[in-house]
C-alpha cells in the first residue's frame, strides 16, 4: 500500500502513525502537487498529500485513509469507549485538522517551510497573524489536556494522534507545547510521542528530513 506525501505534512504523518499502531504495511512515496504522477493523480484528485493506493484504489484525505485502516485492521480501534468519549476522539481529531492546521500553518509554512525547504522568503505577518492565534488555541488545549491518559478521558484514540501529529509540525518552529506555560499538554505530549507507533514514524521522518533541519 503506498502513501503519497512527505512526513512533514500532519495528515501523512497521521496516516503512518495510525498504520503502525495498527500493523498496517504502507510505503511513503513521493508527491509533487505542482506535477503529479500519474499514480499520486489517480490517488488525489485535487493534489492534496496524503493520498494512497491500495492496488487499483486510490484514496485522499488523511481522515478518508484512516477509516479504510479501521475497517481493514479494527485493533486497535481510532475511536472506542461510551457515547462521550468517542465523540470526544472525533472532536480532538476536528479540532487538530482545522482549527490547529489552521493556524500552525501560517507560522510552519512561513517560518519553515518556505525559507528551509521551498527557497524562498516566508511572509513574516502571516506568520505572526498564526503565531498570536495559537495562544487561545494552545491555551485551549492546556484546560482539556488530561493530567493522565488521554483527551477523550478513555482509550488513546485518533482526537490524541491527530493533535499530536499537529504539535509535531509546530516543533519545526519552535519547542511545542511549552512545559513551563502549558505542562499538562506537554505531559500528554510526552505520553503520546512515547509510543512505539510513534517512535517508528519519528525516524523515518528524521531521516526524510535530515537536509533541511
Ligand atoms: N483534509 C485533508 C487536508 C490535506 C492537505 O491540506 N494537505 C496539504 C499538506 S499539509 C496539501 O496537500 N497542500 C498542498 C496544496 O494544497 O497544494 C487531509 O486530512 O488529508
Given amino acids: ?15 503512518h502513525v495510525v498504520a503502525a499502531e495498527k500493523g498496517i504495511a504502507v510505503e511513503g ?18 493534489r492534496k498529500i496524503p493520498a494512497m493506493l491500495d492496488g487499483d484504489f486510490g484514496l485522499p484525505d488523511s481522515t478518508a485513509i484512516v477509516t479504510y485502516f479501521d ?16 465523540a470526544l476522539a472525533v472532536w480532538f481529531e476536528e479540532f487538530a485538522d482545522t482549527i490547529l492546521f489552521g493556524s500552525g500553518i501560517k507560522v510552519v509554512f512561513n517560518r519553515f517551510v518556505a525559507p ?11 506568520a505572526e497573524q498564526g503565531e498570536k ?29 491527530s493533535v499530536a501529529c499537529m504539535l509535531k509540525s509546530l516543533n519545526y518552529v519552535s519547542p511545542t507545547p511549552n512545559p513551563a506555560t502549558h505542562p499538562r499538554t506537554a505531559a500528554w505530549y510526552a505520553r503520546a510521542t512515547a509510543r512505539p507507533a510513534w517512535a517508528k514514524v519519528a525516524e523515518q521522518e528524521a531521516a526524510q528530513m535530515a537536509a533541511f533541519v
Fill in 71 to 86: 475497517a481493514l485492521q479494527p485493533e486497535p480501534p481510532l475511536v472506542s469507549g461510551d457515547a462521550k468519549q468517542k
Fill in 29 to 46: 512515496a513521493g508527491a509533487n502537487p505542482r506535477d503529479p504522477s500519474p499514480e499520486f493523480a489517480k490517488a488525489s484528485p485535487f
Fill in 1 to 15: 500500500m503506498k502513501i503519497f506525501g512527505s512526513l512533514i505534512s500532519p495528515y501523512v504523518r497521521k496516516v
Fill in 133 to 161: 492565534e495559537l495562544v487561545a488555541i494552545l491555551d485551549y488545549l492546556e484546560s482539556v489536556a488530561p493530567a493522565e491518559g488521554w483527551l477523550s478521558g478513555g482509550e488513546f484514540s485518533i482526537g490524541d494522534l
Fill in 116 to 126: 528551509k525547504i521551498l527557497g524562498f522568503p516566508g511572509n513574516t505577518d502571516l
